[in-house]
Antibody, heavy 123, light 107 residues
Framework: EVRLVESGGGLVRPGWSLRLSCEASGFNFNKHALHWVRQVPGQGLEWLAGISWNSARIGYADSVRGRFVISRDNAKASLYLQMHSLRPDDTAFYYC????????????????WGPGTLVAVSS | VLTQSPGTLSLSPGERATLSCRASQTITDNYLAWYQQRPGQSPRLLIHGASTRATGIPDRISARGSGTDFTLTISRLEPDDFAVYYCLQYATSPQLSFGGGTKVEIK
């Protein structure tokens, strides 16, 4: 069974940095792209970033490019999102999601999601 | 940019729901997926490739479309279908994007 568990969320002040983690199990982590998606409570989904299985292909939403960095450690079956210069409008649930294909060179859709971790940015 | 309409659809169980997702540019290769999100849950994949049902999705849920216009149809609404639905385009990899969502609520 595919399992994705996000961690690292919490309450931070504006301007702070925070690193989210996503621990994965139940599939061949080394061969699947992964994504971060966020959702402001009560609002819609926003795709933030994706990374290919070998980290060769990385993409960001315009809203976070230059502030957020996605990375992965295949040896630890873990995905990360380093967030800098956090703002109140970054307050949201952050989900990691597994891309569907094994060994693909581009990003596709996601077939599994974690339960999410809440990041709150407030003074 | 993906624009979903309507924002909210008020229907009764047993009725048919038709949701729209319109793209500002052609989505190549029909690289469009649909997700359902029930309250308090993570999203669930319904459709990929614009019209292919994901594993375990009943055939009363269908989707079609190409180019810039895509539609998700639920032929007979059941209680579990009242949720929010999102389209996702992955044609412009490595940058993906969601539509704003359509809420299907009980009338």
């Amino acid at each position: 069974e595919v399992r994705l568990v996000e961690s690292g969320g919490g309450l931070v002040r504006p301007g702070w940095s925070l690193r989210l983690s996503c621990e994965a199990s139940g599939f061949n982590f080394n061969k699947h792209a992964l994504h971060w998606v966020r959702q402001v409570p009560g609002q819609g989904l926003e795709w933030l970033a994706g990374i290919s299985w070998n980290s060769a292909r990385i993409g960001y939403a315009d809203s976070v490019r230059g502030r957020f960095v996605i990375s992965r450690d295949n040896a630890k079956a873990s995905l990360y999102l380093q967030m800098h210069s956090l703002r109140p409008d970054d307050t949201a649930f952050y989900y990691c999601a597994k891309d569907v294909f094994n060994g693909a060179i581009r990003l596709f859709w996601f077939d599994s999601w974690g339960p999410g971790t809440l990041v709150a940015v407030s003074s | 940019v993906l624009t979903q309409s309507p924002g909210t659809l008020s229907l009764s169980p047993g009725e048919r729901a038709t949701l729209s997702c319109r793209a500002s540019q052609t989505i190549t290769d029909n690289y469009l997926a649909w997700y359902q999100q029930r309250p308090g849950q993570s999203p669930r994949l319904l459709i990929h490739g614009a019209s292919t049902r994901a594993t375990g999705i009943p055939d009363r849920i269908s989707a079609r479309g190409s180019g810039t216009d895509f539609t998700l149809t639920i032929s007979r609404l059941e209680p579990d279908d009242f949720a929010v639905y999102y389209c996702l385009q992955y044609a412009t990899s490595p940058q993906l994007s969601f539509g704003g969502g359509t809420k299907v609520e009980i009338k």
